[in-house]
């Protein structure tokens, strides 16, 4: 296909046939451009986009931080810094406003997918005029990959009835091989493979499965297809790791290389993190450093006990972050093997927001247990975790760990807070590296512009040398908010572009107008997600006009040091009415829709409180999973038990740290209930089941219609009660954010760690159909009511017993 055509419009029409076409071939001219296609534009590059996860501005070592991170450092000095890049405080907006190119909240994304709501700043619904830039550049001739984290499908859209225009194909990527969810753990990632699960892999050559090693395997091949097809065709490759969000996965020979290297605690680090980075030119040397806030403990306080823990969180964190880079730095070395690395622009951001608070300020061995609203003391925390092996077992399967809320802090030196918190740097400002010889002359540079990670794709297109299209499928498109900054490649002087920006995240928000910077935290603790928290935020409670402001003028305050809000209140009148303005414009009221979930605001529940699999269905993603939180439930089984007997898991959700699986052991029907790795409740039947066609249930009888309520089991075996016991405590709003419900057998970690040994202990019978009543005694008002609750419980007595 020639290329005088308009790329404005997608997608590109084919031209009109230039040939001859007689009564026969005879006489007749061929158009060969008939059977081609778009082509990029002559000369275009390759693109990888990589981005890290959970990471702040002082983690690297090549922005001054103390994790050594070696292939992202040579990318800088072969390329430029980005020293005030921003993102949006929070992951799903933050990759939404890259691959769109236009405002989180103008594209639906304004919280999370799992809190979606019936606002169009929070519905998680990509409008169709907002066509990603992946899009783009596929309609325009590259071929086009993601790898790795998603999280940009809303929950009930995560299963074989789609619809998938949620799913990455449909964001304009020809293949995708990742993980949908917020997270993963990184030893039993639920995979998705374009339009399917797959589910949970093996590893290979007899090691076990590690998600970075086989994402990095995955895109290496990917890469080598497209290029053993098409030797000419540009590619564009997001690689989006599952580092360094919870869990803090990875092998003990990372996190070994950190031994000691954190006892000095988290005061001191950031005093060393801030000297390296003023060193090295990342941070002025008029910056002051921001004081701790007292939130979080200082270091000196702890006992020793406490910072032996503490310390091995951050070891285990900075080894998962270098082995992160390590991955990278082996799809790099692919990439230079096939001899494009210099052809491609490498984008790579360490960071979708700043380090995560959300491990609470004594860190987690479960971050389960924050999301549920469960408080736990350090020495809970120390108890649990000497339970599931002790501080050497943190970093493994065993846990779902998260380091304290203060590591996170001293992550996002020099800055306040963290992520989640859109009012400050330090969930805000993260790095940016550029590589690419081609336009980049002064390697090494460091660029200084304010920029905005909406900016990314305008750029990336911008040196495809293709337009931002008016027209995609038909619909005419909203123009994208990020402006291209690829002037300052070979103008570290390049004007700043990206004069304006709001920022807005669970109600924390800024807004940033030629330098000057207006702080609007509302006064929530970002780890804190319990009632007595939430109950000043409540619809009808909360007035944001009340909150606090700080004003900064960051061109002489890098580090947002200097409140100069009472000095100037009328530029914070002037910039808080331009907030409201913005509001308006790009749909981010009302304020806290991201939190609608836990005020009780949900979709209708729907008259049908039944779901039944039939067969052996396999990964279910965890949205999809029946709502049996809250109240009382069955779970019914039709099996085929042969003569001679059978065993194996019938139906089973989530793992030993958060799950519950019904069973066949021993002969005997057991139930066992995992809560968040503090208790586990096992009941078992009085007698062995009989052979032929059976009925099995588990009914749970709640106290009453409250989150995490008690309750009672019993098992029934073809309509006969045969055993039973009691849930103390029950999980209020999920057990996990990744691992799915299987039926006929247990994939990945399993619930009940006393048959690991057999995992995935495939049923031996035959599974008919398993069916999940959330309202099976005539409670469906209770269910209804129950729809709407806080997700929250108060605290959890007798870890200790």
Same mark, same amino acid.
């Given at each position: ?458 750029? /990336? #297109?911008?040196?495809? %040398?293709?337009?931002?299209? =008016?027209?995609?499928? *038909?619909?005419? @498109?909203?123009?994208?908010? $990020? ?117 009780? /605001? #949900?979709?209708?529940? %729907?008259?049908?409180?039944? =779901?039944?699999?039939? *067969?052996?269905? @396999?990964?279910?993603?965890? $949205? ?178």
């Amino acid at each position: 296909m020639t290329d005088d055509f308009d790329r404005t419009v997608l997608p590109i029409r084919r031209p009109p046939f230039q040939g001859v076409a007689e009564k026969t071939l005879g006489g007749s001219t061929p158009d060969w451009g008939l059977i081609g296609h778009a082509q990029a534009p002559e000369g275009a590059p390759n693109v990888l986009l990589v981005l890290i996860d959970d990471a702040g501005f002082g983690n690297p070592s090549g922005f001054g931080g103390p994790i050594s991170t070696p292939h992202y450092d040579r990318m800088a000095e072969q390329g430029v810094r980005y020293n005030r890049f921003h993102v949006t405080a929070m992951c799903s907006p933050t990759r939404a406003a890259l691959l769109t190119g236009r405002n989180h909240h103008a594209v639906g994304m304004g919280g999370i997918p799992e809190f979606s709501c019936g606002f169009p700043g929070y519905s998680a619904m990509l409008p169709r005029d907002a066509a990603p830039f992946p899009k783009v550049l596929n309609e325009n001739g590259y071929s086009t990959a993601c790898v790795g984290k998603w999280h940009l499908t809303p929950e009930k859209e995560q299963g074989p009835a789609g619809p998938f225009n949620h799913w990455p194909n449909a964001w304009g990527f020809d293949y995708y091989w990742g993980f949908l969810a917020p997270e993963a753990g990184q030893y039993d990632t639920m995979i998705a493979e374009n339009q399917k699960f797959i589910g949970v892999l093996e590893g290979k050559d007899g090691k076990p499965f590690y998600f970075p090693e086989a994402m990095t395997d995955q895109a290496i091949d990917w890469l080598h297809g497209v290029r053993g097809h098409d030797s000419d065709k540009p590619w564009m490759l997001y690689y989006s790791t599952g580092c360094s969000h919870a869990p803090h996965h990875v092998a003990k020979e990372w996190s070994d290389k950190y031994k000691g290297q954190f006892d000095q605690g988290w005061d001191q680090l950031r005093e060393e993190t801030f000297a390296r980075q003023k060193a090295i030119g990342v941070v002025p040397e008029d910056a002051v450093l921001t004081p701790r806030d007292a939130e979080m403990p200082a270091w000196d306080s702890l006992s020793e006990n406490a910072k032996r823990l503490f310390a091995h969180q951050m070891e285990v964190y900075a080894g998962y972050s270098e082995n992160a880079d390590h991955h990278v730095g082996r799809l790099l070395a692919a990439i230079e093997e096939m001899g494009e690395l210099d052809n491609t622009v490498v984008v790579w951001i360490w960071g979708d927001n700043g380090a995560s608070l959300e491990g609470t300020p004594t860190g987690s061995f479960n971050e389960g247990t924050m999301v549920n609203g469960l408080p736990l003391t350090d020495e809970e925390q120390m108890q649990l975790a000497l339970k599931w092996g002790g501080l050497e077992a943190w970093g493994t399967e065993m846990m779902y760990p998260h380091y304290s809320t203060a590591w996170a802090w001293a992550s996002n030196t020099p800055f306040q807070w963290g992520k989640q918190v859109a009012s400050h740097l330090g969930g805000t400002r993260n790095p940016l590296v550029v590589r690419w010889p081609e336009r980049i002359q002064d390697a090494g540079s460091i660029r200084s512009q304010f920029t905005h990670v909406t900016d990314i794709g305008p750029t /990336i #297109l911008d040196l495809a %040398g293709i337009p931002q299209p =008016t027209l995609v499928d *038909g619909i005419e @498109q909203q123009p994208m908010t $990020g402006v291209s900054f690829a002037d300052s490649f070979t103008d570290a002087q390049a004007p700043e572009r990206h004069t304006q920006q709001y920022f807005e995240n669970f109600g924390n928000r800024a807004m940033y107008q030629d330098g000057w910077w207006l702080s609007m935290r509302m006064p929530r603790i970002p780890w804190r997600l319990d009632p007595e928290m939430l109950k000043a935020f409540a619809p009808g409670v909360w007035n944001p006009d009340d909150d606090p402001v700080e004003l900064y003028y960051l061109p002489d305050d890098f580090a947002q040091a200097n409140d100069l809000a009472a000095e100037h209140p009328e530029k914070v009148k002037e910039l808080q009415a331009l907030f409201w303005e913005e509001a308006e414009k790009y749909h981010i009221k009302p304020l806290l829709s991201g939190f609608a979930p836990f005020f009780g /605001i #949900l979709p209708p529940l %729907g008259s049908n409180t039944t =779901t039944t699999y039939y *067969g052996n269905v @396999q990964n279910v993603a965890p $949205g999809l999973v029946p709502r049996i939180y809250n109240h009382s439930y069955t779970i019914s089984a039709d099996l085929h038990i042969p003569d001679g007997g059978a065993e194996g898991v019938i139906v089973a959700d989530a793992n030993h740290l958060g799950g519950f699986s019904l069973f066949v052991e021993d002969g005997k029907l057991k139930h066992t209930y995992a809560f968040l790795g503090v208790f586990e409740y096992r009941q078992e039947s009085t007698g062995p089941l009989p052979t032929g066609e059976v009925n099995v249930q588990m009914r749970f009888v709640a106290d009453e219609a409250k989150p995490a309520t008690p309750g009672d089991v019993t098992l029934v075996i073809n309509g006969e009660p045969v055993g039973g016991g009691r849930l103390d405590h029950t999980v209020p709003f999920g057990f996990s954010g990744y691992s799915g419900l299987d039926v006929g057998q247990d994939n990945g970690l399993v619930v009940d760690r006393t048959y690991a040994d057999k995992a995935p202990f495939a049923f031996t019978g035959t599974v008919r159909k398993v069916v999940f009543d959330v309202a099976p005694h005539d409670d469906a008002d209770d269910e209804i009511d129950l729809h709407a609750h806080s997700g929250q419980v108060d605290t959890v007595r007798g870890i200790n017993a």
